[in-house]
């Protein structure tokens, strides 16, 4: 049986949690979970090997055992210790936004003095931000989750799968729009547009029932909280759910049980330590694991490149095009069942080993 080392010690507690979920029970591979305090308490763990471990202890606690391969799930800071890691152990490198990892010296200088100051400079002076990129220059494998974004350089790794629930019969139409509530990835303005100019549709037409609900499945605060609240006292013929805390897990996986379609209106556009990304091409959305794990359609906007068939387009008819969708089946199973996509990751796992 082979062995593997995952480590998160700083921000994607989701993405380890399916890693954990996928190899559970894999007759070829044994993996001991390497996880912060912070993470740890993110995680729902069934009785696999999990470690308590932060930037000063990892390094000690891989020598006491040997691994075949040594898996990082974030490197978005902590870059002396894993240069360390990387230049010592096979290790593969999951990569969050493509365009961070080649960053020269010079221009991550530059980001420091733009936002954030303070943390930067911490990530500058002590923890060798500058040499952020040498981290992914020594990995012997950098792994992306969107297929889209595979290529010789970036390995695509397969970890979301479709659970098998059963759903509940909503009164209504439910759109569930998951993420958290902030204007900075999403176009949250232009939901709450949509929603009161389909408000004005209603009041006009015969049918006054309300048949519509809509749900920001993530913590909305500031402007979009306020704007949010606004938009429920105006309304009489659409329901709309909203959360002024972190939505728990076992909350948002209820919500996305019963979501008939998700909307997921992302800009095309976001940054990440002051570098442009672009959802698609240089970064993945984590709307499309939602998609995959809870067996959803998803409307993105127009502009988001993908060729998975229950990614859709939206159309100008949005709502008609949520109840199309609501009646339309797509069989997940066929391509993301537990086994299958299981078998993948395991096939890759083989490959990164040999090399």
Same mark, same amino acid.
Request: hydrophobic fraction near 40%.
């Given at each position: 049986?082979?062995?593997?080392?995952?480590?998160?010690?700083?921000?994607?507690?989701?993405?380890?949690?399916?890693?954990?979920?996928?190899?559970?029970?894999? &007759?070829?591979?044994?993996?001991?979970?390497?996880?912060?305090?912070?993470?740890?308490?993110?995680? =729902?763990?069934?009785? =696999?090997?999990?470690? !308590?471990?932060?930037?000063?202890?990892?390094?000690? /606690?891989?020598?006491?055992? +040997?691994?075949?391969?040594?898996?990082?799930?974030?490197?978005?800071?902590?870059?002396?210790?894993?240069?360390?890691?990387?230049?010592?152990?096979?290790?593969?490198?999951?990569?969050?936004?493509?365009?961070?990892?080649?960053?020269?010296?010079?221009?991550?200088? /530059?980001?420091?003095?733009?936002?954030?100051?303070?943390?930067?400079?911490?990530? #500058? #002076?002590? @923890?060798? $931000?500058?040499?952020?990129?040498? =981290?992914?220059?020594?990995?012997?494998?950098?792994?992306?989750?969107?297929?889209?974004?595979?290529?010789?350089?970036?390995?695509?790794?397969?970890?979301?799968?479709?659970?098998?629930?059963?759903? &509940?019969? *909503?009164?209504?139409?439910?759109?569930?729009?998951?993420?958290?509530?902030?204007?900075? +990835? +999403?176009?949250?303005?232009?939901?709450?547009?949509?929603?009161?100019?389909?408000?004005?549709?209603?009041?006009?037409?015969?049918?006054?029932?309300? !048949?519509?609900?809509? =749900?920001?499945? %993530?913590?909305?605060?500031?402007? @979009? !909280?306020?704007?949010?609240?606004?938009?429920? +006292?105006?309304?009489?013929?659409?329901?709309?759910?909203?959360?002024? @805390?972190?939505?728990?897990?076992?909350?948002?996986?209820?919500?996305?049980?019963?979501?008939?379609?998700?909307?997921?209106?992302?800009?095309?556009?976001?940054?990440?330590?002051?570098?442009?990304?672009?959802? %698609?091409?240089?970064?993945?959305?984590?709307?499309?694991?939602?998609?995959?794990?809870?067996?959803?359609?998803?409307?993105?906007?127009?502009?988001?490149?993908? *060729? $998975?068939?229950?990614?859709?387009?939206?159309?100008?008819?949005?709502?008609?095009?949520?109840?199309?969708?609501?009646?339309?089946?797509?069989?997940?199973?066929?391509?993301?069942?537990?086994?299958?996509?299981?078998?993948? $990751?395991?096939?890759? !796992?083989?490959?990164?080993?040999?090399?």
């Amino acid at each position: 049986m082979k062995r593997i080392a995952y480590i998160e010690i700083d921000t994607h507690a989701e993405i380890a949690q399916s890693f954990m979920e996928i190899m559970e029970g894999s &007759p070829s591979f044994s993996v001991d979970y390497y996880l912060s305090k912070k993470i740890r308490g993110q995680i =729902v763990n069934n009785g =696999v090997s999990v470690f !308590l471990s932060d930037s000063s202890m990892i390094q000690d /606690q891989l020598k006491e055992r +040997r691994y075949d391969l040594v898996i990082i799930g974030t490197v978005h800071r902590y870059f002396n210790t894993f240069r360390a890691i990387t230049a010592k152990y096979h290790t593969t490198v999951i990569v969050h936004n493509m365009n961070f990892i080649k960053a020269s010296g010079m221009e991550l200088i /530059q980001s420091i003095f733009k936002k954030d100051k303070v943390y930067r400079m911490k990530l #500058w #002076w002590k @923890e060798d $931000l500058l040499k952020s990129s040498e =981290v992914y220059r020594k990995a012997k494998h950098l792994l992306v989750l969107d297929e889209a974004l595979g290529s010789d350089q970036f390995r695509f790794l397969p970890l979301f799968y479709t659970k098998p629930y059963h759903k &509940p019969e *909503n009164k209504m139409l439910t759109v569930v729009i998951p993420g958290g509530v902030s204007q900075e +990835r +999403r176009d949250y303005q232009r939901v709450v547009s949509l929603i009161r100019e389909t408000e004005k549709l209603i009041k006009n037409s015969a049918v006054k029932n309300k !048949l519509i609900e809509f =749900v920001f499945l %993530g913590k909305a605060k500031n402007e @979009e !909280l306020k704007s949010i609240i606004d938009l429920e +006292r105006s309304l009489e013929f659409i329901n709309v759910k909203y959360f002024s @805390e972190r939505v728990a897990s076992s909350l948002f996986e209820e919500w996305m049980q019963k979501a008939d379609v998700l909307w997921c209106p992302i800009k095309q556009e976001t940054e990440f330590f002051s570098r442009k990304e672009i959802y %698609g091409k240089t970064k993945m959305t984590g709307n499309l694991g939602d998609a995959v794990k809870f067996g959803k359609w998803a409307v993105f906007p127009r502009d988001y490149p993908s *060729n $998975l068939e229950f990614i859709v387009p939206e159309q100008k008819d949005i709502i008609s095009q949520f109840e199309m969708l609501k009646n339309t089946p797509f069989d997940f199973q066929k391509h993301y069942s537990r086994q299958l996509v299981q078998k993948r $990751l395991e096939k890759l !796992l083989n490959e990164l080993i040999a090399v």
